[in-house]
Structures are given as C-alpha cells and as structure tokens.
C-alpha cells in the first residue's frame, strides 16, 4: 500500500512538473511573440541596420514588394550574395513590421529560347545586370544567365536595382565581397527612389558655356528620379536671367536693374538645396561670383566641375593635333579661398581608356590606350567613392588643397601610381599613339582629381566695401558647417550621343563598345550620384556605404590540403560520440538499477 502511495504521488509530480513547464513554454511564446528582438552578435554589426535606413524604412506608407531574380542553379560564389541579399531582405521585413515582403525568382526556369530571349531583353532595358557563369579557357561558354538583380514594388511603380557591383581586373570573388559589403545602400537606394519625395531642388547652372542639357541628359534623368531639377541663369548680362526678375525691375523703377538682377538672384538661388557648374567656358564677372560666395555663406551646396586647360577630342582628331589654351572661367580666387586650387595642367596615366586609331603596321582600324583618359581610382575611406569601379576621366586638370584651419579635405579621385602631369602649353597629338611610353617616367602618380571640402568657410568679398554696399541685401560673412565638392574634369558627367540625338548612358562608351562587341562602362554615374547624394540627401543614406563588411573566407588552399583529414574528422568524430554515450549511458543504469 505504502509503495503504490509513493508511485502516485511520483506520478502526480511528474505531471505538475510537466504541466508547469508546459505553461512556462507557452507564455514565453506569447511574451516573444508580443516582443521580438535579436542579437547581433558580428563584430562589424552585419544584421544591424544603420539609423538611416531604419528612418527611411519608418517613411513607408504601403505594402512594399521586392523581387530578387537571383535563384535557381546558380554557382557557389552567386550563392554566398543570394545569402547574404536573404538576410538583408529578412533585416528590412522584420524592421518594416511587415511592410516590406520579398521572394526569390528564377525567371528563366523551364523557359524556352524564345522565351529566354524576351526575358532578358526585357531585364536589360530596365538596366539591371545579366551575367553568365565564368568557364575556364579551354571549355566552350556557358549559356546559362545569371541576373543578380531586383525590383522594388511600391504603389505600382517598379524600382529596379542591382546586386552585384563588377569592376574590370578583378576576380568575381573580390567582386561579390564588396557587393556584400554594399548591400543595405543599394536595397535602401531602390527604396528611396520609391518612397521619398522630390522636395530637395537641385540647379544646373547656365550662362557661361557650361555642358548643354543634351551633354548631360543622362545624368539628369538619374537625378530626377530623386530630386526636382532645374536650370538657373547666372549670367547677368544675359536676358534669360533678366526674364526671371521682370517683375521686379517693374515694381522699383527708381533701383538700377542691375542692383535688382543681383539682389533677386541671391535670393532665387536660396531655393535650391544645391547646384551644378558643369564646365564653364565663359568668365564669371565679380558680381556674379559675389551671387555664389553669399549661395555658399546661406549654406547652399555647389559642385564645381571646372577646368583649367581647353582640349576636346573632336579637335584632336579633326586636325592630328591641338595645342591646350586656358579656360578662362575666372573661379580661381573663389575656390582659392574655398581651399582648392586647379591647375592649368592635364593629367597622363598608363592606367587609362582608350580611343579608336587606324593601326599604321596593319592599315586596320584598332582601340590603343590614350594617356590623356585616365582612369581614375576610387579612395575607400570615404562614402563617396567606396568601392566604386574606375571613373573615366577625359583631359583633367589635377587639384590642390590649399591650407585652411577650419576646413578639412577629403579625395575623393586619384589618378593611378602610374601618371604624371603635363604643364600648359600641352601638345595632343595622334603621334603619341605610335610611341610605347616608357613606364619609368610616369612616376608622379596619385594627383587628385575630385576633393570634398568641409567645415567653417569664410567669404573672400568680408573685407570688399564696395561690392557688399552696392547692394541691398544682408552680407554674411561666413557659414559654420557647409560642404563643396570640386572636380577638376567636366567631361565626367558629359554623356555620349548618337548622330540622330540618341543619349547613351552616363560613362558608356559607344566607341569602345562597338570595338570590342560588348557593353564598356565605366562608373561616372555612381560617382556622380554620391557626390550629389552626400550634399543634398536629407536621409542620409549615402554613409551607409562606409560600413565595412569583414568576410571571414575559407583558406582554399588550405582546404583542398587537407580535405581528407576533415572529411574522416567529421565520419568518425559523431560515431565514437554516440559509441561513448552508450556505454557511459548503460553502465549508469546498471548501476542505478542493478
């Protein structure tokens, strides 16, 4: 009786015990479910959204839909970016609170040729990336595609995007490392198009020879997709910027209409979070560069894309050869004083791109490597141009930084180790393409093509009386905190055109792609985005790209050494464990129940 009493009331034990941690389990899920939360446990905070992304991600109003069309039987290497896109995407899901939704798509599967064909005719015209699977030399191409791509769904509208970042030189596996790297920016930057509204204004100035709107079509239709763009005349003499202020030089007949135009001016110009001078021709008079400096001093954004020596390829190859002469755009004392200095010099680099010439041993036409077209190297310590392919420069003028206490310069583009700097007068003539330079006397490389000056600027006109009371206006005599970017090559955003006014894009040349038979691109449009996106971007997505992404790869060497010692590690390791527990298993029971 007394061992039956003990049996049941071990029993009823047991049942409490298990039914308390039955509720135990239950409520934790509830609490879990009403408060979720992970640990990011990566040195480097690899499923951690920045701030940014994640005030970016707060602004979604509507259900939000990504399709990636990286899936299917696609190489190892693809396989570590479909990973790593996975878990970004799950990031973004899980911080939305469901807003945002994603699938993996292989759009070619059990496709016919036909059908293929339009598919990727399609993919392409949307611009995103369509890849094969690399082969070794001696086996025939893979037909198989590979898109590391995607789109943004957003209020039926599509926003498409690209994974992988290619980079000419450079194995695929350093290729998919940086993409990795730069994942979060570019899913956030489809997003953004997508969701933010064009409320920041952005000018292209006009009225001293800059680029035309057909020069720079492209990267104006880029731009547009997040900004509201437009021209503004800053030439004073001109009629089309007397228009803007007719009304005014109505209302105040007794005010001479050059006071007006200045004065009006200044204050359209407070309008535009940020502005363009795209390679001038024509000297800015001092009037006007007063309009700019009290732009700058009301903490206005510029970019200058300026140089000092005129030399066009068209004239090049009209005449054989060409003599530079200056640009007198008369910006000098303004950027002097900003912390910058152009000089009237072209840049030569061996690493550079190429023109179309007529072979002189063969008589066939050829693509030889130009010297004047550098390619210049992106600097990765800064989100502007971290991790960007090269950017194709054509007749530069090289910067320097001058020294100011309270301004702080950044590089953003640097010629190769392998250039050196030709002093004005430079001749430019076809000739050179019969010589093979001699790498010894380019030994002056790293010039700087693109600075980035930030901080405390102070105006050059503080101590001119006379222009500053010639206007009726308040003059401010300085800005705490501003930023300028200064680029020493306009050409980098000058986009190619057809003879019937067709617009290629922003960094693609139609010579060289003609050449070879495939598409040659370099990346002067990303470039140029970031330069605009880190002035004026008011979420602040670009220093997203600065995050680092340390990849801890596998030593394949040491892999293909010693798999057969691990192979049989992992065979024989759990067979012995099990082995063990057994026997440790079945002499504690002997012994507890014996």
Same mark, same amino acid.
């Given at each position: 009786?007394?061992?039956? +009493?003990?049996t049941?009331?071990?029993?009823?034990?047991? @049942?409490?015990?298990?039914?308390?941690?039955?509720?135990?389990?239950?409520?934790?899920?509830? *609490?879990a479910?009403?408060?979720?939360?992970r640990?990011?446990?990566?040195?480097?905070?690899?499923?951690?959204?920045?701030?940014?992304?994640?005030?970016?991600?707060?602004? @979604?109003?509507?259900?939000?839909?990504?399709?990636?069309?990286?899936?299917?039987?696609?190489?190892?290497?693809?396989?570590?970016?479909?990973?790593?896109?996975?878990?970004?995407?799950?990031?973004?899901?899980?911080?939305?609170?469901?807003?945002?939704?994603?699938?993996?798509?292989?759009?070619?599967?059990?496709?016919?040729?036909?059908?293929?064909?339009? @598919?990727?005719?399609?993919?392409?015209?949307?611009?995103? /990336?369509?890849?094969?699977?690399?082969?070794?030399?001696?086996?025939?191409?893979?037909?198989k595609? %590979?898109?590391?791509?995607?789109?943004?769904f957003?209020?039926?509208?599509?926003?498409?995007?690209?994974?992988?970042?290619?980079e000419?030189?450079?194995?695929?596996?350093?290729?998919?490392?940086?993409?990795?790297?730069?994942?979060?920016?570019?899913?956030?930057?489809?997003?953004r198009k997508?969701?933010?509204?064009?409320?920041?204004?952005?000018?292209?100035?006009?009225?001293?020879?800059?680029?035309? &709107?057909l020069?720079?079509?492209? %990267?104006?239709?880029?731009?547009?997709?997040?900004?509201s763009?437009?021209?503004?005349?800053?030439?004073?003499?001109?009629?089309?910027?007397?228009?803007?202020?007719?009304?005014?030089?109505?209302?105040?007949?007794?005010?001479?209409?050059?006071? %007006?135009?200045v004065?009006?001016?200044? /204050?359209?110009?407070k309008?535009?979070n940020?502005?363009?001078?795209?390679?001038?021709?024509? &000297?800015?008079?001092?009037?006007?560069?007063?309009?700019?400096?009290?732009?700058?001093?009301?903490?206005?954004?510029?970019?200058?894309? *300026?140089?000092?020596?005129?030399?066009?390829?068209?004239?090049?190859?009209?005449?054989?050869?060409?003599?530079?002469?200056?640009?007198?755009?008369?910006?000098?004392?303004?950027?002097?004083?900003?912390?910058?200095?152009?000089?009237?010099?072209? *840049?030569?680099?061996?690493?550079?791109?190429?023109?179309?010439?007529?072979?002189?041993?063969?008589?066939?036409? $050829?693509?030889?490597?130009?010297?004047?077209?550098?390619?210049?190297?992106? *600097?990765?310590?800064?989100?502007?141009?971290?991790?960007?392919?090269?950017?194709?420069?054509?007749?530069?003028?090289?910067?320097?930084?001058?020294?100011?206490?309270?301004?702080?310069? #950044?590089?953003l583009?640097?010629?190769?180790?392998k250039? /050196?700097?030709?002093?004005?007068?430079?001749?430019?003539?076809?000739?050179?393409?019969?010589? #093979?330079?001699?790498?010894?006397?380019?030994? =002056?490389?790293?010039? @700087?093509?693109?600075?980035?000056?930030?901080?405390? !600027?102070?105006?050059?006109?503080? !101590?001119?009386?006379?222009?500053?009371?010639?206007?009726?206006i308040?003059?401010?005599?300085?800005v705490?905190?501003?930023?300028i970017?200064?680029?020493?090559? $306009?050409? %980098?955003?000058?986009?190619?055109?057809?003879?019937?006014?067709?617009?290629y894009?922003?960094?693609?040349?139609? +010579?060289?792609?003609?050449?070879?038979?495939?598409?040659?691109?370099?990346?002067?449009?990303?470039?140029?985005?970031?330069?605009?996106?880190?002035?004026?971007?008011?979420?602040?997505?670009?220093?997203v790209?600065?995050?680092?992404v340390?990849?801890?790869?596998?030593? =394949?060497?040491?892999?293909?050494?010693? /798999?057969?010692?691990?192979?049989?590690?992992?065979?024989?390791?759990?067979?012995?464990?099990v082995?063990?527990?057994?026997?440790?298993?079945?002499?504690?029971?002997?012994?507890?129940?014996?």
């Open positions: 009786m007394v061992k039956k +009493f003990k049941n009331t071990r029993k009823g034990m047991l @049942i409490r015990k298990m039914g308390i941690a039955f509720t135990v389990i239950i409520l934790l899920n509830i *609490v479910d009403s408060f979720y939360t640990l990011d446990l990566t040195k480097e905070g690899r499923f951690t959204l920045s701030n940014s992304t994640e005030k970016l991600i707060n602004k @979604i109003e509507d259900d939000l839909y990504i399709t990636v069309f990286l899936d299917g039987d696609i190489p190892v290497d693809y396989k570590r970016l479909q990973s790593a896109t996975r878990d970004m995407l799950n990031e973004y899901r899980l911080t939305s609170s469901g807003k945002i939704s994603f699938d993996f798509e292989d759009v070619l599967e059990d496709k016919e040729l036909k059908d293929k064909e339009k @598919i990727l005719g399609e993919i392409y015209g949307k611009g995103l /990336r369509i890849e094969r699977s690399e082969t070794a030399p001696d086996e025939a191409p893979s037909e595609y %590979i898109i590391p791509a995607g789109i943004v957003y209020k039926g509208q599509e926003y498409p995007f690209n994974l992988l970042k290619r000419f030189g450079k194995p695929l596996e350093e290729e998919i490392n940086g993409s990795i790297e730069l994942l979060e920016y570019e899913i956030g930057n489809a997003i997508a969701i933010v509204g064009k409320d920041v204004k952005l000018g292209f100035t006009t009225g001293h020879g800059e680029l035309s &709107p020069e720079t079509a492209d %990267i104006g239709k880029e731009l547009s997709g997040y900004y763009i437009n021209l503004i005349n800053l030439n004073l003499t001109d009629s089309n910027c007397y228009k803007i202020f007719a009304k005014d030089v109505i209302a105040q007949p007794d005010k001479p209409v050059f006071t %007006i135009l004065e009006g001016l200044i /204050r359209e110009l309008k535009f940020g502005i363009v001078i795209a390679k001038p021709t024509k &000297p800015f008079t001092e009037p006007e560069k007063y309009v700019l400096d009290q732009y700058v001093m009301n903490g206005g954004k510029v970019i200058f894309l *300026v140089e000092n020596l005129l030399a066009e390829m068209d004239s090049v190859a009209k005449y054989g050869q060409v003599a530079t002469i200056n640009h007198n755009h008369n910006l000098d004392d303004l950027l002097f004083h900003y912390g910058v200095k152009v000089q009237p010099t072209l *840049v030569q680099d061996l690493q550079c791109h190429g023109i179309p010439a007529i072979n002189q041993q063969t008589n066939r036409p $050829g693509f030889f490597p130009w010297m004047f077209y550098p390619l210049y190297s992106a *600097v990765d310590d800064n989100p502007v141009s971290k991790n960007l392919e090269n950017v194709w420069g054509q007749y530069s003028s090289t910067l320097d930084t001058t020294t100011r206490k309270l301004l702080k310069h #950044t590089v583009l640097r010629s190769s180790l250039s /050196r700097v030709a002093h004005n007068p430079v001749l430019i003539s076809l000739d050179l393409l019969k010589i #093979t330079p001699d790498p010894a006397n380019f030994n =002056k490389g790293n010039q @700087i093509a693109a600075v980035l000056v930030e901080g405390e !600027f102070t105006s050059p006109f503080r !101590f001119r009386e006379g222009i500053k009371k010639a206007f009726d308040p003059f401010i005599g300085s705490k905190n501003n930023a970017i200064v680029i020493g090559d $306009g050409d %980098i955003i000058r986009n190619q055109t057809s003879s019937d006014g067709q617009v894009p922003l960094g693609y040349d139609k +010579f060289a792609s003609k050449h070879f038979g495939a598409p040659v691109e370099f990346a002067n449009k990303k470039f140029f985005m970031n330069c605009v996106d880190y002035l004026c971007d008011e979420t602040n997505l670009i220093e790209r600065s995050r680092e340390e990849l801890r790869l596998l030593d =394949k060497v040491k892999i293909k050494k010693e /798999r057969a010692f691990w192979q049989s590690i992992n065979m024989i390791i759990p067979i012995l464990l082995i063990i527990f057994g026997l440790i298993n079945s002499m504690y029971r002997k012994k507890r129940w014996a």
